[in-house]
């Protein structure tokens, strides 16, 4: 059975920092494009940033972009988002997920599309106050 769990959201002040984890179980797949997705209330799912398993190849949002890092740890298929320098705009529920099969390299390219992903996590909460 696939499994994504999210950990690490919380509530901190504007300029402070998180770290995401999401820790994936169940499956093995050489070539995936792993994801980190955020919603607002009322907003649609934004893509905040993707990596490409294949070659290392992140993306990041115009929004996130110098503030949040995505990486991955091979050994235990889990991929993180460092996030610093958060403001209240960064208030939203997070979600990881993973895209295993089809076009995987080009799911990774440019803002990603939820319709795509295989599995997602349950989501982990951030909030950030002023």
């Known amino acids: 059975q696939v499994q994504l769990v999210e950990s690490g959201g919380g509530s901190v002040q504007a300029g402070g920092s998180l770290r995401l984890s999401c820790a994936a179980s169940?499956?093995?797949?050489?070539?995936?494009?792993m994801a980190w997705f955020r919603q607002a209330p009322g907003k649609e799912h934004e893509g905040v940033a993707t990596?490409?398993?294949?070659?290392?190849?992140?993306y990041y949002a115009d929004s996130v972009k110098g503030r949040f890092t995505i990486s991955r740890d091979k050994a235990k298929n889990a991929w993180y988002l460092q996030m610093d320098s958060l403001n209240p705009e960064d208030t939203a529920m997070y979600y990881c997920?993973?895209?295993?099969?089809?076009?995987?390299?080009?799911?990774?390219?440019?803002?990603?599309?939820?319709?795509?992903?295989?599995?997602w996590g349950q989501g982990t909460q951030v909030t950030v106050s002023s």
């Open positions: 997920a993973t895209a295993t099969t089809g076009a995987v390299r080009w799911y990774c390219v440019g803002p990603p599309s939820k319709n795509v992903f295989d599995y």
């Open positions: 169940g499956y093995t797949y050489s070539s995936q494009c």
């Open positions: 990596f490409y398993t294949g070659g290392g190849s992140t």
